[in-house]
């Protein structure tokens, strides 16, 4: 008697049980079945909202979704990072992510509140750009060894502009008055777009800057690239020279972009929008939108981004505390 009770209810459970498994997978693989927020963590115009944009409006144009950038900018792009880390981990919440923010941040700001090895994951790599170090056209440095001899002869004179404090671009300009044993002086901007302006006009003597943030104003003659800063010349500026070739042994920084979710994100969603922009990144007309901007695509896996950011998160560590920078 208890049998046959127990058989009917066992059903009676399994029923709902099953059409909610299935209804999970429909949902699932409905994705996205609204539109897509993607943070960008400075304001619009620099390196990483030119970036951002890009791929939003590819993957809008390409897949009919609706990817919506959304600006949040503010302390080195460390709050639109806080608040991506925050969100609902559902896939529709993405933020467009980079050295400064992932691996900088976190060994310079004493309160940060978020580690984006554990509460953010690792999506889909878009991009690489050498740091480059412009003046403005008609400027009184012609050459990187100009700024080195004026450095030298009045220390902390020569000023250089970067997006904010203790982002990979700041930093580069302190590893180079290291590296040539000089010291110009740093003046912190809120993104790309103020220092730009202050050194078009003239108020600061050098900008040191992502090659896509600069990209733009180099072409219009309007900013003299000096030097980039990684172990090989860029793409989109073969004629300008790396520190290294210049004297500087080794020299090499460079900065990444990438696309993140919040930790807990259903591993399908994240391997849909890694499959989409990695389709994208192949594409010639993709590749050749990313270079005109001055920057280099690159795909990867999540695991192989994860794997990125998980061992520059510990290399920066040791740059950042043997530099001396904090940020409170």
């Known amino acids: 008697m208890i049998r046959k009770l127990i058989r009917p209810l066992a059903i009676a459970l399994a029923i709902p049980m099953a059409f909610a498994g299935i209804a999970a997978h429909a949902q699932s693989t409905a994705y996205p079945a609204k539109p897509i927020r993607m943070v960008v963590p400075f304001p619009p115009g620099g390196g990483t909202d030119i970036l951002a944009r890009l791929v939003a409006q590819k993957l809008t144009e390409a897949k009919h979704w609706t990817v919506v950038p959304d600006n949040r900018a503010g302390a080195g792009g460390t709050i639109g990072i806080a608040e991506a880390a925050r969100a609902t981990p ?3 919440d993405i933020v467009m992510g980079q050295k400064d923010n992932m691996v900088v941040a976190p060994w310079l700001y004493k309160n940060l509140s978020y580690n984006p090895v554990k509460d953010l ?43 904010g404090n203790g982002t990979t671009i700041h930093l580069a300009g302190e590893i180079f008055n290291g ?31 992502s090659v896509p943030s600069a990209m733009a104003q180099i072409k219009a003659g309007k900013l ?47 391997a849909t929008l890694n499959a989409e922009v990695n389709k994208l990144l192949a594409t010639p ?40 920078a904090t940020i409170e």
């Open 121 to 163: 994951t690792a999506v889909a790599h878009v991009a690489y750009t050498p740091v480059v170090i412009v003046t403005q056209a008609n400027s009184k440095f012609k050459t990187l060894d100009d700024v080195v001899k004026a450095a030298r002869a009045a220390p902390d004179t020569v000023t250089y502009g970067s997006p």
């Open 90 to 92: 559902t896939g529709y």
């Open 179 to 209: 590296a040539a044993k000089i010291k110009m002086r740093h003046v912190p901007y809120k993104g790309s777009n103020a220092a730009m302006m202050d050194v078009l006009a003239g108020n600061v003597d050098l900008m040191v800057s």
């Open 285 to 324: 007309e993709m590749k050749a939108a990313i270079i005109a901007q001055g920057a280099e695509p690159q795909s990867m896996t999540p695991e192989q981004f994860g794997a990125l950011l998980k061992t520059d998160y510990e290399k920066w560590k040791g740059i950042v505390q043997a530099s001396g």
């Open 224 to 270: 003299r690239p000096l030097a980039v800063t990684s172990a090989k010349r860029s793409t989109s500026l073969p004629e300008t020279p790396t520190v290294a070739e210049l004297g500087y042994k080794d020299f090499d920084v460079s900065t990444w972009y990438g696309l993140f979710v919040p930790a807990g994100t259903p591993k399908d969603v994240v």
